[in-house]
């Protein structure tokens, strides 16, 4: 399989411009990217010719950029492990992780991660892919994750992330019923004092906004929808707990049941990004796993009023 290359034809306004400012203002590479492409053969050509950084372009030029490297850097071991692959092209995949795998390789988890199965899937399908993590989802967290094959898209993606360029929402079930019922967790969250693993509320920690809205419930459990505004570690699990409805089957922030389910009852179910290099729009759904499926069968919907265009109930 070719190269992953990002091909520009420089338009009139780029006349006599350095090939450092093009790459950098008008195809947005990073300073770390740009140091890393320069130094390969066909990294940077200009009308098939390998150029340096400051050779000056002409309008209809072709300038090319190789964005996959050919030598992967993440150091993951390829390990067969069952993945679902939602869409996958040369610049991302889009996975729905299943509960109980964590997202990226590390301390006690070297070989039985999103990562590892992707890098064994690559090295048949797409060589020169590497696994570059642009978010992370809980190992006990079913749904919908995305990893870029390359820095170029990785940067691209985290760039959008919390914007409307690349949103998500979660469905989770949770003890009790919230009060009200659609409402936003405005409070900050840093690591708690006695753990390096959880974290808390707490007035020096970094803001953190999650919105939330009741679906359906049977007094002592609820479905919700909720959307993140930030991105810290374990937020909605702090946030629901925080209001003093932790999620159901939480071990750090409520109760461990595996009565109830074997795990935190939390699922990735909409992801929508803009793509990092088409620049096309993605949305992709994946319905409540078998499990959380279960836990809500006898729930009753709640008909909340619509929201306006504000966020305000009519």
Known sequence: MEARRLDYLVPPQWEGQPVHNLLRRELRLSGTLLR???WLEDGILLDGVRVHTRVTVHA???LSVRLSDPALKSGI????LPLDIVYEDRDIAVVNKQAGMPSHPGPGHWEDTLGNAL????QRTDPEADFHPVHRLDKGTSGLIVAAKHPYAQENLRLAL???AFSRSYLAICEGLPSPLRG???APIGRSQDSILTRQVRPDGQSALTHYEALSTNGRHTLLRLTLATGRTHQIRVHMAYI????AGDFLYGREDPGLIRRTALHSARLSLTHPVTGALLSFSQPLPE???RLCQDFSPLDLPPLDFSGKRD
């Open 162 to 164: 919390h914007n409307q």
């Open 60 to 62: 209809g030029q072709l």
């Open 291 to 293: 499990d959380m499926q």
């Open 184 to 186: 936003s967790i405005d």
């Open 36 to 38: 890393r492409i320069k």
């Open 77 to 80: 071991p390829p390990v067969e």
């Open 244 to 247: 003093g409805c932790p999620l």
């Open 119 to 122: 890098l064994f899937h690559w």
